[in-house]
């Protein structure tokens, strides 16, 4: 099993930029497709983007194409989450997940991934 904890959330102002990070502790980092998930107040989570397994694909909800990046660095254990441009409706607690070992697939299927940090707060104002 992997343990996951969430950083770099804060308040920022409309058409900022953030970093998230996500620091893995055991040794199945490296071996598991993982992603990042939102929940914005009154709404259900939301997938947001998911990386496999030595980072050769990404995957990105419709919303944020384009703003976006996912990248892993598994010499230090570490999914990142750049997010530019964020806009007032990127609101939201943000989780990073990782998905079983023996999954292979990156995937936007919230019920997919079986391990999860406890989420960082990002709230972006107009």
């Known amino acids: 099993q992997v343990q996951l904890a969430e950083s770099g959330g804060g308040s920022v102002q409309a058409g900022s930029s953030l970093r998230l990070s996500c620091a893995a502790s055991g040794h199945t980092f490296r071996n598991s497709v993982v992603g990042w998930f939102r929940q914005a107040p009154g709404k259900e989570r939301e997938f947001v983007a998911s990386?496999?397994?030595?980072?050769?694909?990404?995957f990105y909800a419709e919303t944020v194409q384009g703003r976006f990046v996912i990248s892993r660095d598994d010499a230090k254990n570490t999914l990142y989450l750049q997010m530019n441009n964020l806009d007032p409706d990127d609101t939201a607690v943000y989780y990073c997940?990782?998905?079983?070992?023996?999954?292979?697939?990156?995937?936007?299927?919230?019920?997919?991934?079986?391990?999860w940090g406890h989420g960082t707060q990002v709230t972006v104002s107009s």
């Open positions: 990386i496999s397994k030595f980072g050769g694909i990404v």
């Open positions: 997940a990782a998905r079983p070992v023996t999954a292979a697939q990156v995937s936007n299927r919230e019920n997919e991934y079986d391990q």
